[in-house]
């Protein structure tokens, strides 16, 4: 006899038969319980060590995610901007501190056009610079190596307008023939808005005589009988709304929505600087975020690198912001570039976006 069956027999002896099978059944209840605790248990802490390592494996904050580990190549980085409202994200970018956050400390330096910023960029003066894109879709047809590393701004009717001095008698496109007219740069998004109305006035290019004029510089120059028009772009359309009349919208359904500006640096810049470029892209597209869930935003920060009052601000025409570049709409641009004559090919994208 085993040594439970000695114990059980003395049990037997000093206790009715039933108290020994209402004990026996509770022991074996209780080693039961005691079981499927211990199970419960084990269940608990496996399911605690997936739960915790499935969290682990859960993509990060995308901002966070995307960070390299090592520090930008380039803590400080000068880029080149316009004083117009295309140049907000840069400026927005650095008033909420978002360069700081990624290790960079950026330098804007305000240049008068897409066709200025072009050699400074290509000498290593600039890091990046405000592009036209047009601008730069003609300069690497001639041979330079230029890249769009982001988007800054897409065009809204009424943002970009020919207008002429408010006492011209000027009242049409069409009576712009033999007039002379001002534009940012020659060979850029100017020039092809302005030959777009030319054309569809009937008039072609040679038409007109076209002239290189800083946007700030514009309004002066109308006023002074320099020019008999100007291509205005916001916020020089409302500043100059008293002493200014409105001839054409430079954004006709055509180019509705037409990427208008970027920033580009050379190709060379990109391959040397990847983590200076990626910081500085994830800072402008959280303030490009920000600014189109509260485009107040832009129009707090113009004053403060444009000769524009508040009160103006408030009153201009406001394109979009995104984050994202738009490959499709991007092409739009290239496709008209081409098709009014600014370059004799086709533009090759993959050549001209990078980073």
């Known amino acids: 006899m085993t040594w439970l069956g000695e114990q059980l ?16 059944i509770a022991a074996h209840q209780r080693r039961r319980r005691n079981v499927m605790a211990l199970a419960a248990a084990a269940v608990a802490v496996v399911t605690m060590i997936a739960v915790t390592v499935a969290v682990r494996a859960l993509p990060g904050e995308p901002r966070a995610a995307a960070r390299p580990s090592a520090p930008p190549e380039l803590p400080v980085i000068k880029v080149g901007t316009l004083p117009t409202a295309e140049s907000a994200p840069v400026y927005v970018a650095q008033s909420q501190g978002y360069f700081e956050e990624e290790g960079l400390t950026v330098e804007p ?10 050699p400074p960029v290509e000498a290593g003066r600039l890091d990046l610079a405000y592009t036209d894109y047009v601008t730069l879709f003609r300069a690497n047809e001639r041979g330079k190596d230029f890249t769009i590393v982001a988007g800054l701004y897409r065009s809204a009717p009424g ?30 998004l100017g020039q092809l808005t302005v030959t777009a109305a030319l054309k569809r006035a009937g008039l072609k290019p040679r038409d007109v005589m076209m002239a290189e004029k800083p946007y700030p510089e514009m309004l002066h120059a109308l006023s002074a009988g320099q020019f008999d028009a100007a291509l205005l772009v916001e916020p020089f359309v409302t500043v100059g709304r008293e002493r200014s009349r409105i001839v054409a919208d430079a954004i006709p359904p055509e180019f509705a929505s037409l990427p208008t500006a970027g920033l580009a640096a050379t190709a060379e810049w990109v391959r040397e600087h990847p983590r200076t470029l990626a910081a500085f892209q994830r800072a402008l597209a959280k303030a490009q975020r920000l600014i189109a869930n509260d485009p107040r935003q832009v129009r707090e920060v113009l004053p403060t690198y444009s000769k524009t009052s508040p009160k103006e601000a408030a009153a201009m025409t406001l394109g979009s912001y995104p984050a994202e570049l738009d490959l499709t709409e991007l092409k739009r641009v290239a496709d008209l570039t081409h098709a009014h004559g600014l370059v004799e090919r086709p533009v090759d994208l993959r050549g001209a976006v990078g980073g």
Do not use: F, H, Q, Y
């Not at 027999?9 to 026996?24: H, K, S, V, Y």
């Not at 330096?109 to 072009?118: F, M, P, Q």
């Not at 207008?163 to 008698?169: F, T």
């Open 109 to 118: 330096v305000l240049v008068t056009g897409a066709g200025a910023a072009t």
């Open 159 to 188: 943002d970009l307008a020919i207008v002429v001095n408010a006492r011209s008698k000027i009242r049409t496109v069409r009576d712009l023939k033999r007039k002379k007219i001002a534009i940012p740069n020659l060979g850029g």
């Open 9 to 24: 027999g003395r049990i037997a002896d000093d206790m009715p038969e039933r108290d020994l099978a209402a004990r026996a």
